[in-house]
């Protein structure tokens, strides 16, 4: 977009919008027009929310997770097994995995995924704190689930953990790969799809 | 989504990101957490340009447009037609015409289109500031242009405003409709290609 902005408040605005991922400069400028004709209440009220997660937000001193006191509600949580840790890259997927009702164990939250191309090395993560988390731990009753993503760097961060903690004496595994249910044959990758013949299951019907 | 948020302050976030426009609850939050990851000084820029817009944002006293200065820049350029004058919606409409390099007069911006389902009458719009702006002037020489959109209700407002200012005697104009450059005859709806064929113009070759 070549315009130029008719003020300078309304550029800096926009700017700032569109610093946000995936958004354009036209979609910054719709927002921020949007944004001019609300009630300045609205307004700050917006605004107040973004800075007080900024600045007050915590992290559960068990499994790094966005929490707002010192310990998360999952980790607190008797009910859960505590022998069994998730490590997932970020909160969304804690949110994912918890919206599946399928998991009873607690979570681990690296904050991010091992990314030289993005400058994000292992010393960027909570891989240490996950090291000392098991060091406190009985290693031979606890199992370590890398729920990472499948690509080549999510693969790079589950290796580079898998080296640190096995020494522990941990049981290390990894979410099962293969077609998705509803998902084609025809359509699938090679890759899911021989991963999806070597681990094939006995029929259960 | 139906995840719960491990934080308050991470859900009252993502209610303040979603309230935007064609914004989602899963699009606010991969935005709040990617707030979550700036350093603090970004963010606390990030809101204060969108306070400054909404607390200091000034409107040109002619034409009504956002700008930081009493005046805009295109209404005190004296190389403009100051007696001719574009009607529009918003800032963006302003935008837009300027982008084309093609006009040479000044705007009314009316913060808006008469649009009863969305509450916004007349009097929510500039066209009290428009009559008084034109009664100030030589009506004889001036032309109006009423460059809105060509729905029902940009229609609407161009007919109301047609009867609130042709009493005053000027000349009042609106944008040609037809077939966009590059336009398929198949695909053009009927209304549009209608009025290309009434308002058909001498081949200049």
Do not use: W
Not at 27 to 39: D, E, F, G, I, N
């Amino acid at each position: 977009m070549n315009e130029k902005y008719p003020s300078k408040l309304l550029e800096n605005a926009v700017d700032a919008i569109s610093s946000l991922p995936g958004v354009g400069s036209r979609s910054a400028l719709r927002l921020a027009l949007h944004l001019l004709k609300q009630p300045k209440e609205n307004v700050h009220h917006f605004t107040q929310a973004i800075n007080m997660l900024s600045d007050e937000v915590r992290y559960c001193r068990e499994c790094m997770m966005v929490s707002d006191e010192d310990m998360c509600s999952i980790c607190s949580d008797d009910r859960r097994d505590h022998g069994t840790i998730c490590v997932v890259g970020s909160v969304r997927d804690v949110m994912s995995i918890e919206a599946t009702g399928q998991y009873k164990g607690v979570y681990h939250v690296l904050g991010g995924i091992i990314s030289p191309i993005n400058g994000i090395g292992p010393s960027d993560l909570t891989i240490r704190q996950l090291v000392e988390r098991l060091q406190k731990m009985d290693c031979d009753d606890t199992e370590v689930i890398l729920a990472l993503s499948g690509d080549v760097e999510g693969e790079t961060t589950s290796f580079y953990i898998y080296r640190q903690i096995s020494p522990l004496g941990v049981r290390v595994s990894t979410l099962a790969r293969g077609l998705g249910f509803g998902d084609d044959l025809e359509y699938a990758d090679s890759l899911t799809l021989g991963r999806s013949i070597i681990n094939r299951q006995i029929f259960k019907p």
